[in-house]
């Protein structure tokens, strides 16, 4: 995947510009499989194909394999649909929020910033050690590992865990 790609602890790190949609993104990586098979379960594709722009905190398949055993199984399932569209949605904040400005609204906020997700509900996103880790309504916490995958229609920022409304 061409992307231009920043660590939040390096923001001058740039590579290449992306050529595709943050969908196209998570279908050439392979370690977002898991996120694509969801996504496509809860009959986002177009949605999240549109012209945004969208910011996409991507959980990676190792973070899927963190919740419950059968929890993603049965997130597949079609009568969990509206549940797993909320979960998918809460990973996606409307704009382009890339590491400079998630920084800039951490410094304003005194040292924490507060994000709306496409599904309504907040994340919340600080600085530890250097990295960002963003905090979800149920307490639970993802750590940035990937920063400013920069797409036509939006930015993905690859984290470690899901997050849960």
Known sequence: MAAETETMGAPDAVADAAAGD???AAINSPDHSTLVAAVQAAGLVDTLKGSGPFTVFA???AAFEKLPAGAVDGLLEPAAKD???G?????VVAGRVDAAELTRQIEAGGGSATLTTVQG???TAMVDGGN???TDAQG???TVTTA???QTNGVIHVIDTVLMP
């Open 22 to 24: 943050v969908v196209d």
């Open 59 to 61: 959980p990676t398949n």
């Open 83 to 85: 549940q797993l569209t």
């Open 87 to 91: 979960v998918l949605t809460y990973h």
């Open 121 to 123: 509900g907040t994340l």
């Open 132 to 134: 960002v880790v963003i």
């Open 140 to 142: 639970g916490s993802a």
């Open 148 to 150: 400013d995958l920069r």
